[in-house]
């Protein structure tokens, strides 16, 4: 059984006056997330990642598809005491300490009592906030707030966790563990579905990859995968006076510093770059071929003519 | 549900309390001893008459107060701070969550005005030295005065399901204000004809009868309450709290949180 299945899940927001100002923030969309995995949500602002994570909360209305989590709908009661939630910028109760807070949390998920104190001093220590369990969260900074946010996500140790931008606003430390963190949950069995920009972050955790751009879902899969797919590159690096004409038209990318110059060109180019090298009596300094990265992958995506997404009725 | 409806609930009372809301109490009780020594001069009976009737008013209008400035907020505080996303995405309905801040807010106005009648029947000890028999009708008032409140708080919520802060602090303010004189509504009602009729009857039922549940002067005469009202009155606020509740519902089911 899929952990999460998206089928055909849709957001249109009605604005403006006479709400005749259409914004589709989500087409339909469809995705499926096997147990055990950890699946990275993609795509730059206002892709339409956060409203995707608040329907399968059942927190936004989609206005068409549907979505099911552990095989029952996201609206059946059941699947709430399953699932995991870190809202993108999270607040909370501020006239709590964050040890009453998850105590709270803990309750209301269903976590009885007696085990309840051990899990939340658990959640806490994960998340390296044991030192101030007990001040109110008004006195909380941003990146600690994040980290209450994760803990109240793991707390009740949910089968599925959504992460909604879980290393937003996080030193590198904090990043680390919660790196290390999402990989502990994975290892303990459970799914993790999270969004994210920090492309670096993706490529080293997830087992798969989803990019949406404008709502719409631009390439999913592994991302091995996906990387594969694209044109191997070449970096050249080369000595000389001037960077020659045919050059500056094959590389997609140039740089030069003194009389060095280096430029990255796709390998199919590569004999003609070297002739034209070779030509002006340039010398060649390395060769190396560059695999495409996730973020190669993503800009790729992301790039083709940004068309108004805003239409008038 | 009822244990999530109890955490809820526990919850929003733990929130009043920290938000200092209890403090108002102070505010009554300076009051209140202000009352009882300013009016120590005059004969006994006025004097019973006049702190029972400042004292009980003053119950009422510190527990409107509360309950319309907070009730507005119950909900609607949750939804622009987004503290009701890590809620929701609980096993919680929005039903218990709505109930939940309702029996809270509720609890608190309770706990306020059981404090509040601590310091009435105080004044009335220092004025008139023992408590005699009908002051036990100062309870009734009381008790009216919490079931006002209870409607009170249901209106403030159910406005604040679909109108900005302020609209529904004023429209809830305008219901309590029409409501204390819905008797005289439903007296002009009778005597209108036609059209006039009908809508004076029309508004005389939907606005909170909030004068039956009104004994202040009476009961500072030291006249009794007639057992068929308590039940009346009873059975009327909670009805019409229950259908300002489920309104309210209703409108945050369908709710996309911003
Ligand atoms: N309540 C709303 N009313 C109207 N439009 C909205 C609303 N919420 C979101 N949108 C629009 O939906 C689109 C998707 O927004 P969303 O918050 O899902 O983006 P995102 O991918 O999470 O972006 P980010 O990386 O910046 O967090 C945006 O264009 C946004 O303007
Ligand atoms: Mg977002």
Not at chain 1, 217 to 236: C, F, Q, S
Not at chain 2, 23 to 42: D, E, K, M, P, W
Not at chain 2, 235 to 241: D, E, F, N, R
Request: glycine share 8%; hydrophobic share 50%.
């Amino acid at each position: 059984m899929p952990a999460i299945e998206i089928l055909g899940l849709e957001k249109t927001y009605w604005g403006g006056f006479w709400r005749k100002r259409v914004k589709r923030a989500l087409h339909p969309l469809r995705l499926t997330v096997e147990e055990g995995e950890i699946f990275g949500f993609l795509g730059p602002n206002g892709a339409g990642k956060t409203t995707t994570l608040k329907m399968l909360m059942g927190l936004v209305f989609p206005t068409g598809g549907s979505a099911r989590i552990l095989g029952l709908d996201v609206n059946d009661p059941q699947v709430k005491a399953q699932i995991g939630y870190l809202p993108e910028q999270p607040y909370f109760y501020d006239y709590l300490t964050a040890y009453e807070l998850l105590a709270y949390y803990g309750q209301l998920s269903g976590v009885p009592a007696r085990q309840c104190l051990r899990k939340v001093d658990r959640a806490l220590k994960q998340v390296g906030l044991q030192n101030v369990s007990g001040l109110q969260l008004r006195k909380f900074s941003k990146g600690m707030l994040q980290r209450v946010g994760i803990a109240q996500a793991i707390l009740h140790e949910p089968k599925v966790v959504f992460l909604d931008e879980p290393m937003s606003g996080l030193d590198p430390m904090g990043r680390r563990e919660v790196r290390d963190l999402i990989q502990q949950l994975k290892s303990d069995g459970k799914t993790i579905f999270f969004s994210t920009h920090i492309l670096s972050d993706a490529e080293a955790l997830c087992d798969r990859v989803a990019i949406i751009h404008q709502g719409e879902l631009k390439g999913v899969g592994a991302v091995a995968d996906l990387t594969a797919k694209m044109d191997v590159k070449v970096e050249l690096i080369w000595q000389g006076a001037v960077m020659p004409l045919s050059m500056r038209s094959l590389a997609e990318r140039c740089y030069s510093g003194g009389d060095l110059y280096r430029a990255v060109i796709k390998q199919e180019d590569q004999e003609r770059a070297l002739d034209a090298l070779r030509r002006e009596g340039m010398r060649l300094l390395a060769l190396t071929p560059v695999g495409a990265s996730l973020e190669d992958y993503f800009l790729q995506q992301v790039k083709p003519a940004d068309k108004p997404v805003e239409v008038t009725v | 549900m009822r244990n999530r409806l109890t955490l809820i609930a526990a919850n929003t009372f733990r929130e009043a309390v920290r938000d200092r809301v209890l403090y108002n109490l102070i505010a009554f009780a300076l009051l209140l001893s202000g009352a009882a020594v300013l009016v120590g001069q005059i004969s006994i009976d006025i004097e019973k008459l006049v702190v029972i009737n400042l004292s009980l008013t003053a119950v009422s209008l510190f527990g409107v107060v509360i309950a319309i400035f907070v009730g507005i907020g119950l909900v609607s505080k949750e939804i622009e701070k987004r503290t009701l996303y890590t809620v929701l995405s609980r096993p919680v309905r929005r039903w218990e969550f709505i109930v939940g801040k309702f029996f809270g807010l509720a609890a608190t106005l309770v706990v306020n005005t059981g404090c509040m009648a601590v310091g009435v029947f105080l004044a009335l000890l220092y004025i008139s030295h023992r408590l005699q028999k009908p002051d036990a009708w100062v309870l009734v008032a009381l008790y009216f005065i919490v079931l006002q409140f209870l409607i009170v708080t249901a209106l403030a919520l159910l406005f604040s399901s679909f109108s900005s802060p302020i609209m529904s602090a004023v429209f809830a303010f305008a219901l309590f204000m029409i409501g204390s004189f819905a008797e005289d509504l439903r007296g002009f009602a009778a005597m209108a004809k036609g059209i006039t009729h009908w809508l004076a009857s029309a508004a005389a039922y939907l606005i909170p009868n909030l004068s039956a549940l009104n004994v202040i002067s009476s009961v500072a005469h030291g006249k009794p309450v007639a057992a068929s009202l308590i039940l009346y009155n009873t059975v009327y606020a909670l009805c019409y709290a229950a259908m300002a509740l489920s309104g309210a519902v209703l409108i945050f089911e369908q709710r996309n949180l911003k």
